[in-house]
């Protein structure tokens, strides 16, 4: 079955109906939201309280940065951009846009003040130590997009942010080393911030995989995609590996209201709450098409083997073992108590797609992520060829 748009939104008719009326958790086995959770704000237009930030945005025009600027201005915040003008110059035409570079050359940002400044872009350190340090006595509070990266060690059940994180020392470099890898990196770049800014005046989210509506890395659209697309499926492992991820519609949300709130410290941004058995991600995601899919569950070693990696040929799995064992088993107590909600599996899924079939048909036909077709079918063929149960 070859998917098109037009299939795809004729699939999903009732699934969004649901998801409209709020009943989704009754009628998509596998596709609820989080059990115990508030259910997501969803956007109310109103700010939570007091007075409109005015927000600096340092990137904002690829991926996280629209969702949240889209949020902060249906709730009546200011906000300003600050980047290279690149990427999707034709977002947000009304809105004040800054160009310089986070490398050399922050002059426009001299001169001016807001309440908090959101720092989406920075991979490297040394971007946040300038931009940290020039707004400082400018700005109330600095907000860092971190990562989940930074933890040095994920065998912890379960996780929390009391694990270590990467240091010059754990990575095994020699402090100041330029080729450092991107955990360390991130780390660094979250010391910086809070160097400047102070531990009472710096708010730090460490987001797993980010995945919805506007991804352009296909991490985790490669699975509706290929359940959308129908037949033998290769599921890697069990089944049973567990998965956290985050909607980027999710995060964005809480992160424009955590800064409402005048909030500090470092939080963790994975879901949902409990972790997602890889088995329930599927077939959840498989429930908001059509399509007449079966799945062949393929042990573990045999596919790492046959040379299909974990969050590679294989996106969003990871197998709890190996050091792995908490790397999808975050307790999430504070940051639900600090209002981080999920939406729904089958809004995810049901978005995601929709904003694949928008995009133009080569861009659809080349996934960054995944397996291909044919190397998809040649696993398939050795693993039976092995004697491997099928199904």
């Known amino acids: 079955?070859?998917?098109?748009r037009r299939d795809f939104l004729k699939?999903?008719?009732?699934?969004?109906?649901?998801?409209?009326?709020?009943?989704?958790?009754?009628?998509?086995?596998?596709?609820s939201a989080d059990a115990g959770s508030p259910p997501a704000s969803g956007g109310s237009g109103q700010?939570?309280?007091?007075?409109?930030?005015?927000?600096?945005?340092?990137?904002?025009?690829?991926?996280?940065g629209p969702h949240q600027i889209e949020y902060a201005l249906s709730r009546g915040h200011e906000v300003t951009l600050f980047n290279r003008g690149r990427t999707n110059t034709h977002l947000f035409p009304d809105l004040e846009k800054l160009v310089g570079d986070r490398n050399d050359d922050l002059s426009a940002l001299e001169g001016r003040s807001w309440d908090v400044v959101i720092d989406n872009s920075a991979t490297n350190p040394a971007?946040?130590?300038?931009?940290a340090g020039l707004l400082k006595d400018s700005c109330e509070r600095y907000i860092f997009v971190s990562t989940r990266s930074v933890y040095a060690?994920?065998?912890?059940?379960?996780?929390?942010?009391?694990?270590?994180?990467?240091?010059?020392?754990r990575a095994g470099l020699e402090p100041g080393t330029e080729r450092r890898p991107y955990g360390l990196n991130k780390a660094l770049a979250e010391q910086n911030a809070r160097r400047a800014f102070g531990d009472d005046r710096t708010l730090v989210f460490r987001p797993g995989l980010i995945i919805g509506p506007g991804d352009t890395t296909d991490r985790f659209t490669y699975w509706p995609v290929r359940i959308h697309r129908g037949g033998e499926v290769l599921a890697p492992g069990d089944g049973t590996d567990p998965v956290q991820i985050i909607d980027v519609r999710d995060f964005g949300e809480w992160l424009v209201e955590m800064a409402e709130a005048g909030q500090s410290g470092t939080y963790n941004v994975v879901g949902p709450r409990t972790p997602r058995p890889m088995s329930e991600l599927?077939?959840?995601?498989?429930?908001?098409?059509?399509?007449?899919?079966?799945?062949?569950?393929v042990d573990t070693d045999f596919v790492i083997n046959a040379g299909l990696r974990p969050y590679g040929e294989m996106p969003v799995?990871?197998?709890?073992?190996?050091?792995?064992?908490?790397?999808?088993?975050?307790?999430?107590?504070?940051?639900?108590?600090?209002?981080?909600?999920?939406?729904?599996?089958?809004?995810?899924?049901?978005?995601?797609?929709?904003?694949?079939?928008?995009?133009p048909p080569?861009?659809?036909?080349?996934?960054?992520?995944?397996?291909?077709?044919?190397?998809?079918?040649?696993v398939l063929d050795l693993w039976r060829a092995s004697g491997g149960a099928i199904g």
């Open 1 to 4: 079955m070859k998917p098109n």
């Open 317 to 359: 799995w990871r197998p709890a073992r190996d050091g792995a064992e908490g790397f999808a088993r975050f307790d999430l107590t504070p940051e639900v108590e600090k209002g981080l909600t999920f939406r729904s599996l089958a809004d995810t899924t049901a978005a995601t797609l929709e904003y694949h079939f928008s995009r």
């Open 362 to 378: 080569e861009r659809q036909a080349a996934l960054r992520a995944g397996v291909s077709a044919e190397r998809e079918r040649e």
């Open 153 to 169: 060690d994920t065998s912890r059940v379960p996780m929390t942010i009391a694990a270590p994180v990467w240091t010059y020392e």
């Open 127 to 131: 971007w946040v130590e300038l931009s």
């Open 282 to 297: 599927l077939y959840g995601i498989r429930a908001v098409t059509t399509a007449e899919t079966t799945f062949t569950w």
């Open 11 to 31: 699939t999903t008719v009732t699934a969004g109906g649901v998801l409209a009326s709020g009943t989704a958790a009754g009628a998509l086995a596998g596709c």
């Open 47 to 64: 700010a939570a309280a007091g007075n409109p930030l005015r927000i600096l945005v340092l990137g904002g025009t690829n991926f996280i």
